[in-house]
């Protein structure tokens, strides 16, 4: 007897709300303060609107498409051939994605936490919990989701509050700051922030299609929100000319953080924080380019293909390390993640036209 | 002459050397094979009857109206007279004036042997010569009806379902020219008494807790619910031994694909003998390898009467104190029955402390490894200055120090439980006090240790459930490993994996992190905080029960008037 796979919204809005957070503590706030200067935290209120928009199209096209997963849909408008070409395209940017992803978080966490410690070790504890992640499947990681990111964003916020008291209000003039033009700019080349949306494509046979809705309106508006309070703390506290220099800019808003003489430093909690949303968010991207795999190549069984395709993202994780080309905070790389939000739109216009979905029952998805 | 034993030579007497021998083979597929119980009668195949044991093919048969034949299975099936707790005994009984011969066994010591006298043999030996005046159309009813006024009796017609009656406490009846016997539930044995609760005490609540007999735990069990819609079903485990058991739920509340498949892996199980409900549920249980425990085993007859009103279902085996109850999910395995008898806001306080100590006794140790060895900028410079002065002299990494401290303290626990009750709290005393003090003298622990030691020790004790403390004392230890190996990074790690592994178990089809993953939408209230008992409106969704409500929305109607009262009962 199969057993049907489902979950609720709450769960797949933790693990895409996951998704874009992550990108706070890396170098989101960072890379706000380089492109707006001083008004750098209109940048997520830019994106967040650009994105709504963006989502409500993804919402009109799925009306005729029903409960059905990106590579359903790419076999409905162009049988098996355009499912396998679609099914790899997005195998491969997800997987890009895990490999810059692996390399930038071991790389922090090296340099902030674990300095003694060999790069290659760090990374390996990272491979060990996204294999842990792909072997209990997608039900569990997306689960642990629901409790294990709420704690997470609490020591995050608990960060950024700590730091209020030192908040200078002055920080954010002139208004706006290097003129509306980086602004606008920003805001579309930060869209890639919003890139691992594609995964809420693959999520919609496991919550069923009426949901669409919910979850990604409100996946916007708490990742809009967490992005925008992350990057105006930062820049409240630093003046921007001194946070565009910053790495890691929430670990060095937890060094500032003072209460009295017994909590004097708490950036390990940002170790922590840090931690637990990386693994995840690895976890999930790697846990969903197996089930992309397996689906794909309609593969019985995924297992045997879980080490191997690990191994391959860590070899390519030091690949990129080699190359000069900064993919995690590059504007090219900006350019690169965009095609997470327009891998989607090529295979739903057209399933869209063609009225995919109309046959398919409720919940006919593959996620058995 | 004792002297001279030393000087003069004598041989020792020559002890003989037991020697374990291989059995000697034996053919006992003809005695198994036996397509007819004539073979009961054949002399060739007396050694074969006499090494081999009776099969299962054998004991299905019919009983025989031939009362000489029914004595000689029953012989060979016990091995009478080798068998030396089994008593059997012939006698004659008068039937509208016919002379017929009869023949009871029962085992000694299982058996109420005044019962059997006075109320079986007594009344077929001596009543059956009064002249009842009633025609003996059909002797057995004959029987049944007149002669045998004992409560709990039953026709039996085959060998298999007597003998386990018999092995049960029961006695067998055979009269001569009836093709059934009669099977008499005359038992009666030493056993423990209804005592308190020895590992789930409460001050406020009942104070009984299970014993060993099937038949006074189900009693328990429905004293308490009083509800008629309470089902016991009966079944046996083991093939040899034949334990019963008893499945109890509340059929119009407990979901049937619940029931059956609860019904369904207890009578699956193909083993030999069982002997305890530990047993029992690691034969059921979804995961073996998971250190978390997926049913619940209790010995208080009030918690199991509060889950099966939940739709929970229980299995009571004899010879257990300790009854299973399924599904489990993880909260309930940090509730005890007297958050029910406490009030709200003490219930919510004590739940908090609970959980606080279920996060000590699995993170605290690990979580002091990260800090000193990795994030020692967290840790205030005077803390700091005090553990490091602490730790001077001490030869060992913390790591190291830990492990032996964690390490002891086990062993100081196990030693405590075997050893009998005054030596174990002296141990306890010994190894806590003494031990500890010596070793911090001796500059093999620092006494920072010490304390994060006892705290942990603390936090374990506040868990209330024995079998869930297990798993998070064994959790605790790769807690320490990932700690020492990668900080926050490591414990961050271990808190995936080990969330990974309970997400993904479920106990009987109910997901083990229920209700927090999946996260369910029901009113059920009683979750990791409770609500007032009067809010307590459905029994939990994730049972899927047939009756979702377990009170209307206003339980305490006299907060209302009567009018109004009256319209809410009515539609609820």
């Known amino acids: ?368 | 002459m004792g002297f001279l034993n030393y000087l003069i030579f004598k041989e020792h007497n020559k002890t003989e050397e037991f020697v374990l021998r291989e059995n000697k083979r034996r053919d006992c597929d003809t005695v198994h094979n036996a397509a007819s119980l004539d073979v009961f009668e054949k002399e060739a195949l007396e050694d074969d009857f006499t090494d081999c044991t009776v099969s299962d093919e054998i004991l299905k048969k019919k009983i025989s109206g031939d009362l000489g034949f029914n004595i000689n299975v029953i012989k060979k099936i016990y091995k009478i007279p080798g068998n030396s707790d089994l008593v059997s005994r012939q006698f004659n009984i008068t039937v509208a004036d016919k002379v017929l011969k009869g023949f009871i066994v029962f085992i000694d010591g299982l058996t109420d042997r005044v019962s059997i006298s006075n109320n079986i043999l007594q009344p077929l030996m001596l009543l059956s010569n009064i002249d009842i005046r009633e025609d003996v159309k059909n002797l057995g009813e004959f029987i049944y009806n007149r002669l045998l006024p004992f409560n709990q009796i039953k026709k039996v017609d085959n060998y298999k379902e007597l003998v386990g009656n018999i092995n049960f406490g029961g006695c067998g009846i055979f009269i001569d020219g009836l093709d059934y016997a009669f099977a008499a539930d005359v038992k009666s044995w030493e056993h423990r008494t209804v005592s308190s609760p020895n590992s789930e005490t409460v001050i406020r609540g009942p104070q009984e807790a299970f014993n060993e007999q099937l038949r006074a735990n189900t009693a328990l069990i429905r004293k308490i619910l009083k509800d008629k819609d309470l089902m016991v079903e009966g079944t046996t485990v083991g093939k040899r031994s034949n334990t019963p058991c008893a499945i109890l739920y509340i059929r119009d509340i407990a979901n049937d694909s619940l029931v059956h498949e609860v019904i369904r892996r207890v009578k699956g199980i193909k083993v030999d003998y069982i002997f305890d409900t530990g047993e029992l549920e690691q034969l059921i249980e979804d995961n073996t390898v998971l250190a978390a425990p997926q049913i619940i085993a209790t010995e208080r007859p009030d918690r199991v009467a509060m889950m099966l009103a939940q739709g929970n279902i229980a299995v009571v085996m004899d010879g257990s104190p300790f009854v299973l109850v399924m599904p489990a999910t993880i909260t309930e395995f940090l509730h005890t029955t007297e958050d029910t008898n406490i009030r709200y806001p003490y219930v919510n306080f004590i739940r908090i402390i609970r959980i606080i100590g279920v996060l000590i006794a699995l993170l605290l140790p690990g979580l002091y490894i990260a800090v000193t060895n990795f994030h020692q900028e967290m840790i205030p410079t005077n803390l700091l200055f005090a553990i490091e002065a602490s730790r001077e002299n001490v030869p060992f990494p913390s790591v190291v120090e830990i492990l032996i401290m964690e390490f002891s303290f086990e062993l100081i626990r196990e030693a405590g439980i075997r050893v009998p009750g005054a030596i174990g709290s002296t141990i306890g005393i010994v190894g806590g006090l003494i031990l500890g003090q010596a070793a911090v003298s001796a500059n093999l622990v620092s006494p920072i240790m010490i304390i994060i030691v006892a705290i942990t020790a603390l936090g374990s004790f506040s868990i209330p459930s024995f079998s869930m403390s297990f798993s998070i004392r064994l959790i605790r230890f790769a807690y320490i490993i990932l700690g020492a190996t990668a900080g926050f990074l490591g414990i961050a790690l271990g808190l995936l994996v080990n969330s990974l592994m309970l997400a993904a178990s479920k106990s009987f089809g109910v997901p083990f992190l229920t209700p927090f993953g999946p996260i369910t939408n029901g009113k059920y209230s009683d979750k990791l905080s409770r609500k007032p008992i009067w809010k307590q409106e459905n029994r939990p969704d994730y049972l899927n029960p047939k009756d979702i409500k377990s009170q209307p929305r206003i339980s305490r109607s006299w907060t209302v008037k009567n009018n109004e009262s009256e319209g809410d009962e009515d539609e609820d």
């Open chain 1, 1 to 368: 007897m199969k057993t049907r796979i489902s979950f609720g919204t709450w769960e797949a809005i933790t693990v895409l709300v996951n998704l874009i957070f992550v990108q706070v503590l890396l170098s989101y706030p960072q890379d706000m303060a380089a492109f707006g200067g001083s008004a750098g935290w209109m940048i997520p209120v830019v994106s967040t609107l650009l994105i709504l928009i963006y989502f409500s199209i993804i919402v009109a096209l799925y009306k005729n498409i029903g409960s059905m997963d990106l590579l359903d849909i790419s076999q409905k408008v162009g049988g098996k051939v355009f499912m396998v070409i679609m099914g790899f395209l997005t195998a491969g940017f997800l997987f890009f994605e895990l490999s810059t992803g692996l390399g930038g978080f071991s790389q922090v966490l090296k340099m902030i936490s674990l300095d003694k410690s060999p790069l290659g070790f760090v990374e390996i504890l990272f491979l060990l919990g996204i294999i842990c992640c792909a072997y209990f499947g997608i039900e569990a990681v997306v689960r642990i989701n629901a409790f294990l990111l709420p704690a997470a964003i609490v020591g995050f916020l608990l960060i950024t509050i700590g730091v209020i008291p030192q908040f200078k209000i002055n920080n954010l003039l002139p208004i706006l700051g290097n003129g509306y033009m980086p602004v606008v700019r920003g805001g579309l080349y930060k869209l890639s922030a919003f890139s691992s949306m594609i995964i809420l494509f693959f999520l919609v046979p496991f919550f069923k299609s009426r949901y669409i809705k919910r979850v990604g309106y409100m996946t916007i508006l708490i990742s809009g929100l967490l992005l925008f309070w992350a990057t105006l703390s930062f820049l409240l506290l630093y003046p921007y000319q001194i946070s565009a220099e910053n790495k890691v800019p929430v670990f060095q808003m937890a060094k500032h953080i003072e209460f009295g003489n017994f909590i004097q430093r708490i950036e390990s909690v940002f170790v922590l924080v840090c931690s637990i949303s990386s693994l995840l968010y690895l976890g999930v991207i790697f846990t969903f380019i197996i089930h992309i795999i397996k689906k794909t190549l309609s593969l019985k069984k995924s297992r045997p293909i879980i080490l191997p395709v690990a191994i391959l993202a860590l070899t390519l994780s030091d690949k990129l390390k080699g190359m000069k080309i900064d993919l995690v905070n590059s504007r090219l790389s900006d350019l690169i993640w965009l095609v997470g939000l327009g891998l989607p739109l090529v295979i739903l216009i057209p399933g869209a036209l063609k009225k995919a979905g109309r046959r398919i029952e409720e919940g006919g998805g593959g996620n058995e």
